[in-house]
Each structure stands twice: as structure tokens, then as C-alpha cells.
């Protein structure tokens, strides 16, 4: 079966510093999955290199088989190939509703039209509302994104690139910052998510990865370091070493 | 938000002008200045307050508006009305041409790019001067009356209805862009380039189509100069011109479109009583004015109506 996205020998350099460093990786359709790793280890500069936000020195990105390397973001996205950020990337002063349904427009090319009013467009507008109501955000629909708490921003983050109606959606530690309560509802609405989209998260709370991911790769350096089920990868002494040892010790 | 406020002052603004016509008939040309600076304050607030982006040469394309209507009389466009559709999409089409080269790049490439614009057209306008009368400027176009109907008496009356029902279709078709799908994508740009970039949009093509939009309303302004004063000259593509269009909207409230407009009249009246009152010393004054009122009103005149507003509702 062709992978739903695929890295081949991705590579991304910042000057001589080598921050990932010939990654492969196969996502299978449907899969939810990990990618773990210590502070630094890369992970979100392999989003970046995946999703279009920076170019890959070297390597492949394929998407459904599709060469995508020399696609530029937008291009990606609308190919179904969506990502949320470690750190918001808003429309502040807009509303959740506005933010969600600008969304909705860019996907339908909707956004060309200046001779029409937005607010006069009910399907986009309920469209963006179910998607609002899956993050449970739907009484602050009509409130600016700046006045939400940060777990609620967190949502937006996630309601934005469902309205792109991805096939592969990356999520780059969708609950950071957010008290370890709150995190676990988060995750609870991603698993909710049709079991045909593509997830790949990054996270740090290893509670919440064993608990919803069905494969892990584990970054270490900018390199994989190994991959494989929530069991293998949690046996494996060589993780336990780099990651949950240093965890562990960090929490006794 | 800004959007319903800005519909709210559209009658506001309507009934201030009728108002200014009926009492100070002497002023009419003064008003219709102002009316003027408003439609180019506007072109130019498409692209500061609600793409997000900056221009040091905008006064390029209201001067092509102005210079279209005088050389394309000579062609036998001659019906103001005509020349004004002319005149916009001429400024249009050059605004479009020139885009790909402002959509890339930062504010500060930008500022330079802009600015260099405003200045190779300047210089074009000045070496031309078959077509343009050079640093002379040009008075001898041909205009016939206003819809075959109304000359442009002195009094200057047709001009104040001509400056102010284009002034009007400008403010309205700003309202309908900047409440459009197109519209939000703008704001999205202004707030997070990274954002829309991530939700598939086109960046550079939303740009293009805004500095295309600003690019034919600031033509209009110019083309309404040119047939109300009768003369087009270098000055109306000149940096100065560019540089009071940034002071005037952010004076008013960048973003804002009933703020730009008081923002004109503001400046256009403060401008007109310092330079009358000392015509050695004005340039200074209006500096301070400025100074003082950008730092002491955050969001411009919208701005401290905004929060006027909001403290009268406690
Ligand atoms: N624009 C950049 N220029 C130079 N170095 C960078 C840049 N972005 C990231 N790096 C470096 O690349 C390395 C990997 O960073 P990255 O953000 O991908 O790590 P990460 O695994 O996501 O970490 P975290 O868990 O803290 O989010 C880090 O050492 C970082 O300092
Ligand atoms: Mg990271």
C-alpha cells in the first residue's frame, strides 16, 4: 500500500548545523502517529520540512505517492496536506468564527470574490461553525481569537486546519502549553476525527502518547532513532536511555 | 466590527457633507480638495490598514489618473465620466503590471521598491514632456460638460457634487471589498502571513489584486483633480503627495474607512488654516499637529471614537 506521506533521506541544514539529517519515514493511511523525541531533537523542523515551511536541503517529501519536494506550502495544503503549530499562528483581533471560516474560503477559492459579502455566505458560515463545534468552541464562535484562554486558542489552532478538509493532518504538540487536564480533552477530540484522515503529532507528555498513538518514531539529533508500536517502543532500552530514562529521572 | 462602524458613519458622513455645501458655499473648492484627498487617503489605507502593507510611492498611480484624463482628451475622451473609468483602469492595469515585484519581499524591500516606483514615474512624467508639459504641467485638455449636462462652473459646485458622488462609490464598493471572502483573506494577511500560508491561500495573489483595487481608486482621485482644478502637474505624482496619504490615514485610523475620511477632512483643514495663517512657518505646525496627535491617539481619530464610544456605554 502506498504511504499516505512519505520522507525519503529529508534533510534540512541551517548553515553548517545539520537540524534533521536524512529522515525516512512511511505514515501509513489512517495512522496515528507520534513523533517523540528530546528538546532540539528536530521534530519541528521535520514538520516544517514535510509541510512546506522550509525547504528540504536534500531528501523527497511524497504525498500519496505524489512527489511533492517542490511544491510550495499552499500548493501542499490543497492537496490535502494540512499542519497546526507549536506555537499559535493566528488571526488575533479576528473572531474564532472569522479565523475558521477564511479557512473554508481558501479551500473553496471562495477568497477571490470582493464583489460578495462573507457574512452573506450561510454554507461557508455553518461549515465553519460545525468545525468550531467539534473543538467545543462553539459558545465563543463570535469572540476575538485574543480573548480566549491559550487551551481555547489551542483549539482554534486545530479548527483552522480542519476547515482545509485535510487527508494528512500534522499536529505539532497541539495541548503545549496547556495544564495536563485540559491536554487530555484535546486528544480526546482528535481521536474523535474520521478514522480516514492521516494524524502525526508531536508531543512530550508520554501518558498521552501511549494512550492514542498506534505507531511511534522517535527522533534523537535530528535522526530516527528507531520506530515502532507503543509496546516495542516503550521496551526499547535505547529510548528509554535518550528519552523516558532522562524523563524518569527528571520526575524522581 | 470596524466594518459596522464604518457602514454606521456612512449617513453621518453624507449628511456632513451636504451640511458643508449649504454652509460654507465659499469653501467649496477647499471641500472639494478635502473630497479628494479622502478617495486617495482610502486607495491608499487598502493596502496599509488592511492588507498590512506599506507604500512610499502611491501617489504613482493617482498622478497616472491625473495625467490619463488630460492626455486621453487628446484622443477625444472628453466626457468627465468617461475619462474617469479611463483614467482607473489605466492606473489599474499599471498597478498590476508592477505587482509581482511588491507582493515579494518585506516592508522594508517594499518601502524602497514603492518608493522607487514613485520616483522612475515621476522622472518619466518629467522627461516626457510632449505628453505631459514636463515640469510645466498641463491646462490645455479639452473637457465637455459632466454626462453632456453640467459644465464645471467657477463656482465650483459641480465639482463638489462630481468629487463627492465618486468619493461616495469609492466608499462604498471599500465597504463591500473589505467585507468580501477577498476581504477576510486581506485581514489575514495583515495578521499572519505563516496563517494563511498554512490554510493554502494564494499570498502573493491576494496582494496582487489589492494593490491592483488601491492602484484604480487612487487613479480615480487623480483623475477627479485633474478635471476639477483643470490641470495636471508633477507635484500630484510627487513623494510628498505619497507621504501626506500615510499621515492622513494613520492620522484618521489605518483600517478604518470612516476614520481615513474624517482623517482627510482633518488634515486637509489644518493644513489649509496653518498655511493661510503663516504661510512662512505652516509645514512646521502641521509636523507638530501630527506628532502630537499620533502620540497621543493610539488608532487615530476612529480610534478615540471607538473608545469614546465604549466609555459612553458603561
Ligand atoms: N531557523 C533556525 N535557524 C537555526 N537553527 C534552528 C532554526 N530553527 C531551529 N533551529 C535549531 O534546530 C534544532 C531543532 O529545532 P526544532 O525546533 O526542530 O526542535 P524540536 O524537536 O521541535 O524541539 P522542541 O521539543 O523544543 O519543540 C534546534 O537545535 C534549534 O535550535
Ligand atoms: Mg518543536
Redesign the interface.
Known sequence: MTAALESRNLAVRYGHFSAVGGVDLAIAPGARHALIGPNGAGKTTLVHAL???VAATAGSVHLDGEDITHL????R??KGL??T?QIN??????TVL?NV???V???QR??????????G?RR?IAEAREHIALVNLASLADQPVHRLAYGQQRMVEIA??L??RPRVLILDEPAAGVPTTESAVIFERLEALPREMTLIFVEHDMNLVFRFAERITVLVAGKVLTEGTPAEISADERVREVYLGRRGHHAA | MKARTATRFAPVLLLAAIASYVLFPDYLALITQIMILAIFALSYDLLQGHTGIVSLGHAAFFGLGAYSVAILSRFGVTEPVLGLFAAGAVSAVVALVLSPIVARGNDLTRLLITLGIGSLLYEAANRARAWTGGADGLSDFALSPLLGVFEFDFLGRTAFFYSFAVLALVYACLLRITTSPFGLALAGIRENTTRMRAIGAPTARHIAVSYMLSGAIAGLGGAVLAQTSHFVSLDMLGFDRSAEVMMVATLGGTGTLHGVVIGAAGFGYVKDALSTLSPKYWHLALGIVLMASVLLMKGGIAGALARLAAWRKR
Request: hydrophobic letters at 50%; aromatic letters at 12%; proline letters at 2%.
Open positions: 509541510t512546506g515551511n510550495a506550502q499552499p500548493a495544503v490543497r494540512a499542519r503549530f499562528q493566528l488571526f488575533r483581533s479576528q472569522e471560516l477564511l479557512a474560503f481558501e479551500r471562495a477568497t477571490r470574490a470582493f464583489w460578495r459579502s462573507a457574512t455566505d461557508a483552522i486546519a476547515a482545509t
